[in-house]
T-cell receptor
C-alpha cells in the first residue's frame, strides 16, 4: 500500500541555523505534497505545499524541494527561530480529492 | 468564517462501550477525512469522504470502526466495543474538491478507554 517515510524523527538545531526534513513516498501517482506544522496541543496547519509540476517552492524562510524520479521531497527552514519548534508532517496525495498519507512526523526543537 | 468543529472535545469511556464522535466540516467543503493520532505519533488515515462518491474506508483498523456522512456535511465516526488501544486523539479535516487540497483540521476528540 501507499507509504510515506519521514526522517529524522527528532531534530534539534540552534537558533539561526537551518533545518532539513526529508520524506520519501511509494505511490508514483502522487502529485501533491503538503507540509503541516503541529504545535503542542494544537491542530495541524498547512505551511507549504508543492505540486508535481515544479521542483522547488519558497515562502520566506521555508522552502520545499521535490524529486519525482527519486520520489523524495524535503522541507528546508532557514534562520530558525524558537517559534519554529513544533512537529512537522509531510504528506502525499493526488490532486482532485484522494486520501492523504502522512509521514510519522519530525519533532523540531530550536534552541535559543 | 467558522472552521472545522468536533464534539465532544474529550470522551472517557469504559472498555466494551460504543462511542460516537462528530465532525462538522467547513461549509462548502466536499472532502472530509478522519485521522487517528496516538500520543506522540503521526496521523493515521482512517476514512475519506468525497462528495457523493463511495467513501475510502481502507484505513479503518477493524470492523469495530465505521463512519457516516449525512447530507454531504456532518460526519460521525463510531467505534463499537471500544478497546484500550483505541485511546487516541481523533482528528477530522475537510477540504475543497479539486486543486485546492489544503486540509483544515478540527481541534480533535481525545478518547480515553479505561
Amino acid at each position: 500500500g501507499e507509504n510515506v517515510e519521514q526522517h529524522p524523527s527528532t531534530l534539534s538545531v540552534q537558533e539561526g541555523d537551518s533545518a532539513v526534513i526529508k520524506c520519501t513516498y511509494s505511490d508514483s501517482a502522487s502529485n501533491y505534497f503538503p507540509w503541516y506544522k503541529q504545535e503542542l496541543g494544537k491542530r495541524p496547519q498547512l505551511i507549504i505545499d508543492i505540486r508535481s509540476n515544479v521542483g522547488e517552492k519558497k515562502d520566506q524562510r521555508i522552502a520545499v524541494t521535490l524529486n519525482k524520479t527519486a520520489k523524495h521531497f524535503s522541507l528546508h527552514i532557514t534562520e530558525t527561530q524558537p517559534e519554529d519548534s513544533a512537529v512537522y508532517f509531510c504528506a502525499a496525495s493526488h490532486t482532485g480529492g484522494f486520501k492523504t498519507i502522512f509521514g510519522a512526523g519530525t519533532r523540531l526543537f530550536v534552541k535559543a | 468564517g467558522a472552521g472545522v468543529s468536533q464534539s465532544p472535545s474529550n470522551k472517557v469511556t469504559e472498555k466494551g462501550k460504543d462511542v460516537e464522535l462528530r465532525c462538522d466540516p467547513i461549509s462548502g467543503h466536499t472532502a472530509l477525512y478522519w485521522y487517528r493520532q496516538s500520543l506522540g505519533q503521526g496521523l493515521e488515515f482512517l476514512i475519506y469522504f468525497q462528495g457523493n462518491s463511495a467513501p475510502d474506508k481502507s484505513g479503518l483498523p477493524s470492523d469495530r470502526f465505521s463512519a457516516e456522512r449525512t447530507g454531504g456535511s456532518v460526519s460521525t465516526l463510531t467505534i463499537q466495543r471500544t478497546q484500550q488501544e483505541d485511546s487516541a486523539v481523533y482528528l477530522c479535516a475537510s477540504s475543497l474538491e479539486g486543486l485546492h487540497n489544503e486540509q483544515f483540521f478540527g481541534p480533535g476528540t481525545r478518547l480515553t478507554v479505561l
